[in-house]
């Protein structure tokens, strides 16, 4: 009785996810140990046996390396906190996968609260564009861009983007009959508020995450044309209206494109060559989950006041220097398995429910694993989370064989 009321509180907490990052790190990280706490003692009660999934033994042979990786380490207090206790956020997307399966009302309440965290996010941002500070008094920390109650312009557009497919595949799952509505409402809600927050790399990856979701809707969605055109209504709307927002993409996107800025800055490729210089003096185990702060100021690693920072800002060069050439295998490895699998969906003119959301998912794992596009701290606990989020409900939904 007792476990049914533990399991019960757990599965509000995890459906209250997308509210509680909203909130900051703390929250949500406690709701994963509180979660870890339920899941060993369902696992202990109901002898659940997991699926062994290729993609399963590779993050778990990856979470083992980053402690070898660790115990190599120059700090090996320092880097096994962060190695080690990696391992909540695999086994929370085996309990995220789980609580899919048996408790089909999960996923309603998670929907709902989903809508409810963009909705909130949507106002809140248009509300502080407009007036300097958001609902609650917190004032806009930069010039130009919009942090919500995020509190740091760079999390905004981060976060929407992160979720914004899942968004649409629950949409389709539970609103067929008014998918295409929702899906425009749902759409130009969201591609404002990226705007406003004037990210350049969460503009580009909503762009690439419409596009995929036109096409493979290409069979259901009514006038599509329509739908085409949103975002380039909205951008011509944003350079007529609001100057600051034009100039800040001009400068980003357009002007810097000849030299091939778009995304990545003079910060960005000082942080990969530092990464690179100490991955090729530790290429097997590299230096240990979250030391490449403490390399990157060394002097044979330096490139200049600004190439260090608490990390390179890319994956593939946080796995090369952090975890080495095995961590990094396994990291391409697991990203080969998204592209795969996204190969074997993305052709299909006719699909259900299931293989959409399945397809929602992929766009999102390919999004967040992204060996090319700057990022954030792999290791860090609101970005693990963040991913753990939509690898659930792929594992879910690749080990009941949604794709053959």
Same mark, same amino acid.
């Given at each position: ?199 350049? +790399?969460?503009? /580009?990856? @909503? %762009?690439?995450?419409? =596009?995929?979701?036109? #096409? !493979? *809707?290409?069979?259901?969605? &009514? ?99 952090? +975890?080495?050439? /095995?961590? @990094? %295998?396994?990291?391409? =490895?697991?990203?080969? #398995? !998204? *592209?795969?699998?996204?190969? &074997? ?60």
């Amino acid at each position: 009785m007792i476990e049914n009321k533990l399991l019960n509180i757990n599965i509000l907490l995890i459906s209250a996810l997308p509210v509680a990052l909203i909130s900051g790190p703390l929250i949500p990280d406690l709701i994963v140990f509180y979660s870890l706490f339920v899941f060993f003692l369902v696992y202990k009660k109901n002898n659940i046996i997991f699926y062994k999934d290729i993609i399963l033994i590779l993050f778990l042979i990856f979470w083992l390396n980053s402690i070898l990786s660790s115990i190599f380490s120059s700090d090996i207090t320092y880097s096994i906190k962060s190695s080690l206790f990696y391992i909540r956020f695999i086994v929370f997307f085996l309990l995220i996968s789980l609580v899919i399966k048996n408790y089909p009302e999960f996923l309603k309440k998670f929907y709902y609260v989903l809508v409810l965290s963009f909705l909130i996010l949507f106002l809140d941002s248009s509300f502080q564009k407009i007036f300097d500070f958001n609902l609650i008094g917190m004032k806009t920390p930069h010039e130009v861009r919009i942090s919500s109650f995020f509190g740091d312009e760079l999390i905004l557009g981060s976060f929407l983007v992160k979720f914004y497919p899942l968004l649409i595949g629950l949409t389709y799952f539970f609103n067929q009959k008014n998918f295409n509505l929702y899906f425009f409402l749902i759409s130009i809600c969201t591609f404002i508020t990226v705007i406003i927050s004037v990210e350049k +790399t969460a503009t /580009i990856i @909503f %762009i690439i995450q419409y =596009l995929a979701l036109l #096409i !493979f *809707l290409r069979n259901k969605l &009514k006038y599509k044309s329509i739908l085409l055109l949103i975002p380039i209504l909205i951008i011509s709307f944003v350079f007529i209206f609001a100057p600051n927002i034009k100039n800040r993409i001009y400068n980003q996107l357009i002007s810097n494109s000849k030299n091939f800025t778009v995304i990545y800055t003079q910060t960005h490729n000082e942080h990969y060559i530092s990464s690179y210089r100490i991955f090729k003096d530790h290429p097997i185990s590299g230096v240990g989950p979250k030391m490449f702060r403490k390399y990157c100021g060394k002097e044979e690693y330096k490139i200049s006041e600004f190439s260090c920072t608490t990390h390179p800002h890319n994956y593939s060069m946080q796995m090369l220097s952090e +975890t080495g050439l /095995i961590g @990094f %295998i396994l990291y391409i =490895l697991i990203y080969s #398995i !998204f *592209l795969i699998d996204f190969y &074997k969906i993305f052709f299909k003119k006719n699909f259900t429910h299931y293989e959409f959301l399945f397809f929602t998912t992929l766009i999102l794992n390919l999004i967040n694993f992204m060996p090319l596009f700057p990022s954030g701290n792999f290791f860090n606990n609101w970005i693990a989370i963040t991913y753990s989020i939509p690898l659930g409900f792929y594992y879910y939904l690749r080990k009941n064989s949604i794709i053959k």
